[in-house]
């Protein structure tokens, strides 16, 4: 979920978030009491850092993080590939529904056959709806996850059969987290889409690409589909770094291109929802309660906003992100940020538990 620019910055937070969803039936007890494999039987995550749980581990990119101090509170103290210290929204997700432990990576060689049953992650970070954002930093494109999707329906198929499987995707909760690496690194930091597309245009390209993207996994099957809206990119310590303000308040034009994005999103998925028989396409905001935890932060447990716990906190992320850097904290408990654009494991669960409300939608 984040991307390296072409100078070595990296940007994603797609960073962020986060997130989601879960159980509200009546309580999220009630959903995890209910057979699972009838009511939510997978869930199945598309898009960046916030969700990739290792598929960059074994690319040719520069975009991973599948070494320490990455992964310190993971089970084990493993560096798998999440870009955070620990869990990520999509393995609290699958958790607190009760399916396993954590959501595995599609491209992790070592996956077992049972873990498609019940879902995994295509998500690569670093990249954006926009195609040249992946293709800045070489990671898995949306239409390259769109492929392992389908391959992933085969395999299926090949399982259970045609039957089990269409009953697997309609019902599964399927989530799509993107536009933070594009519109934080793509066009604000790289300055590459400014010479063709001011704010308000370059919100339009993307708003159509999540929508186009929602629709071919409708035509694939699937029927419950989040998509993110983007996260307040300005308050990132990396934004506020390259803007000369890491110990002030958030950067302005990242923030209101960001919400300029989400307004046209929600208002795209309210139309895909009149026009896909039997869809539930839900628009989930991640920037008001990031936002909140980012300005009242010890409301939420937590203290240091400013700066991430690795490295200086200030621009580390990937690969500048690593066990030689001897000023990374020795407690993040306290931190908002584990790098300079991911959020900890104590930040995602208190936004996955803010997000519950919206699984009550899909079902």
């Known amino acids: 979920m984040h991307l390296l620019s072409m100078k070595g910055v990296s940007i994603s937070t797609t960073?962020?978030?986060?997130?989601?969803?879960?159980?509200?039936?009546?309580?999220?007890?009630?959903?995890?009491?209910?057979?699972?494999?009838e009511t939510i039987p997978a869930v199945l995550m598309f898009g960046d850092s916030i969700v990739d749980t290792g598929n960059n581990n074994n690319i040719k990119s520069i975009v991973k993080c599948n070494f320490p101090p990455y992964g310190r509170e993971f089970k084990g103290g493993i560096s798998t590939g999440r870009f955070s210290n620990g869990k990520v929204p999509s393995d609290f997700l699958v958790e607190e529904l009760g399916i396993k432990e954590f959501l595995p990576a599609y491209r992790d060689p070592t996956l077992q056959p049972k873990d498609l049953l019940t879902g995994v992650s295509f998500a690569s970070g670093g990249t954006g709806y926009d195609p040249l954002t992946s293709e800045l930093v070489s990671v898995i494109p949306l239409s390259e996850q769109i492929q392992d999707f389908k391959k992933y329906i085969g395999k299926l198929k090949g399982m259970v059969g045609e039957e089990r499987t269409n009953f697997i995707l309609a019902k599964c909760l399927t989530f799509l987290v993107a536009?933070?690496?594009?519109?934080?690194?793509?066009?604000?930091?790289?300055?590459?889409?400014?010479?063709?597309?001011?704010?308000?245009?370059?919100?339009?390209f993307l708003v159509k690409a999540?929508?186009?993207?929602?629709?071919?996994?409708?035509?694939?099957?699937?029927?419950?589909?989040?998509?993110?809206?983007?996260?307040?990119?300005?308050?990132?310590?990396?934004?506020?770094?390259?803007?000369?303000?890491?110990?002030?308040?958030?950067?302005?034009?990242?923030?209101?291109?960001?919400?300029?994005?989400n307004a046209k999103l929600s208002a795209e998925l309210d139309d895909l929802n009149?026009?896909?028989?039997?869809?539930?396409?839900?628009?989930?905001?991640?920037?008001?309660?990031?936002?909140?935890?980012?300005?009242?932060?010890?409301?939420?447990?937590?203290?240091?906003?400013?700066?991430?716990?690795?490295?200086?906190?200030?621009i580390e992320v990937s690969v500048l992100c690593n066990q030689l850097d001897p000023h990374t904290c020795a407690d993040d408990s306290k931190y908002v940020f584990f790098d300079s654009y991911h959020p900890t494991e104590a930040t995602y669960k208190i936004l996955v538990n803010q997000l519950k409300k919206y699984v009550n939608n899909f079902l």
């Open 179 to 204: 536009s933070s690496n594009d519109i934080a690194n793509t066009y604000f930091l790289t300055g590459i889409r400014r010479l063709h597309y001011d704010v308000p245009s370059y919100t339009d």
């Open 274 to 314: 009149n026009n896909l028989p039997h869809a539930k396409v839900v628009y989930i905001d991640v920037y008001d309660p990031l936002l909140d935890i980012i300005q009242n932060p010890k409301k939420h447990g937590l203290e240091i906003v400013n700066k991430g716990c690795c490295g200086t906190g200030t």
């Open 210 to 261: 999540a929508s186009s993207f929602a629709k071919e996994l409708y035509g694939l099957g699937v029927r419950r589909i989040g998509i993110f809206s983007a996260p307040p990119l300005g308050c990132l310590p990396a934004l506020k770094t390259v803007n000369g303000d890491s110990e002030k308040g958030c950067v302005d034009d990242p923030n209101e291109a960001a919400k300029l994005f």
């Open 15 to 37: 960073f962020f978030f986060i997130f989601s969803a879960f159980a509200v039936f009546c309580t999220i007890e009630a959903v995890i009491n209910i057979p699972v494999n």
